[in-house]
C-alpha cells in the first residue's frame, strides 16, 4: 500500500477508541486496503479515526458497547469519513468522574441486566 506505513494496523489500534467488546481488528488487513483502492487517502482514514475518538471521549462513549466496532467503521459505508466535530445531539452518558456513588450503581446494575437478558458471560 503506497504511502501507508508499515504499522499502520498497530498506529489504528494505538488511535481507535476502546470500546467493550471486540473490534475485528483482524478483518481491517483486507478493510483497509479496501478503501485505499476507492481512493481515500491514509490520511483520512487516520484523521477520521482521531476526530471520532475525540467525539467518544467528549460524549462519554469511551469503553462502552456504542463505540463503533473498527471493522464497521472503516466499512463500505466510510464511516472515517464523516464530521465528529460536534455530537448530533446532546450528551446522554455521563463519564464516571461527573457521576455519583448511586449513579455508578444504578448504571451498573442497568448494564448487568442488560448482559444478562443477551446471554453475555463474564460480567
Known amino acids: 500500500m503506497k504511502d501507508v506505513p508499515e504499522d499502520w494496523l498497530q498506529i489504528l489500534r494505538q488511535e481507535y477508541p476502546r470500546r467493550y ?3 475485528g481488528w483482524q478483518a481491517l488487513k483486507k478493510i483497509v486496503p ?3 483502492s476507492e481512493g481515500y487517502t491514509w ?3 487516520l484523521e477520521g479515526t482521531k476526530g471520532y475518538k475525540k467525539y467518544c471521549i467528549k460524549t462519554g462513549l469511551i469503553g462502552t458497547v456504542y463505540v463503533k466496532q473498527a ?3 472503516f ?3 466510510c464511516w472515517f469519513d464523516e464530521d465528529y466535530s460536534e455530537p448530533a445531539q446532546e450528551v446522554r452518558y455521563r463519564r464516571p468522574e461527573e457521576q455519583t456513588e448511586e449513579q455508578r450503581k444504578i448504571d451498573a446494575e442497568k448494564a ?3 448482559f444478562r437478558k443477551y446471554g453475555i ?3
Do not use: H, I, M, S
Open 43 to 45: 490520511e483520512q482514514l
Open 121 to 123: 458471560k463474564g460480567v
Open 112 to 114: 448487568k441486566e442488560q
Open 71 to 73: 471493522r464497521t467503521f
Open 21 to 23: 467488546g471486540g473490534n
Open 75 to 77: 466499512g463500505p459505508d
Open 34 to 36: 479496501a478503501r485505499l
